[in-house]
Nanobody, 123 residues
Framework: QVQLIESGGGSVQAGGSLRLSCAASGRTFSTLGMGWFRQAPGKEREFVAVRNGVFAYYADFVKGRFTISRDNAKNTVYLQMNSLKPEDTAVYYC??????????????????WGQGTQVTVSS
């Protein structure tokens, strides 16, 4: 079992920045693929980014603006979000999967989820 606790959400004006953190416990962190998803009101949950070991992959709509990183010594994954837009407003979820293989952008590939943290970007 893996527990995930997110922090760092909040409200920011367009063009601003936020950094989300997700602390994991319960399993060897370095063996987990760690991802971020988001869900806006009335929309499906969508993939944002994933960090599999040293490799990172991003949704097209965040490339060049968001950066995912992980600190295995702290069992923590981060999502640095820059140049935020109002359309980035959503609840952001941290997710973990016990494998680096498979389709990293599919939420069904992830076994563990955090409680979510709200990000609100105003224009």
């Amino acid at each position: 079992q893996v527990q995930l606790i997110e922090s760092g959400g909040g409200s920011v004006q367009a063009g601003g920045s936020l950094r989300l953190s997700c602390a994991a416990s319960g399993r060897t962190f370095s063996t987990l693929g760690m991802g971020w998803f988001r869900q806006a009101p009335g929309k499906e949950r969508e993939f944002v980014a994933v960090r599999n070991g040293v490799f990172a992959y991003y949704a097209d709509f965040v490339k060049g603006r968001f950066t995912i990183s992980r600190d295995n010594a702290k069992n923590t994954v981060y999502l640095q979000m820059n140049s935020l837009k109002p359309e980035d407003t959503a609840v952001y979820y941290c997710a973990a999967r016990p494998s680096f293989s498979g389709s990293y952008s599919e939420s069904t590939q992830y076994d563990y989820w955090g409680q979510g943290t709200q990000v609100t970007v105003s224009s």
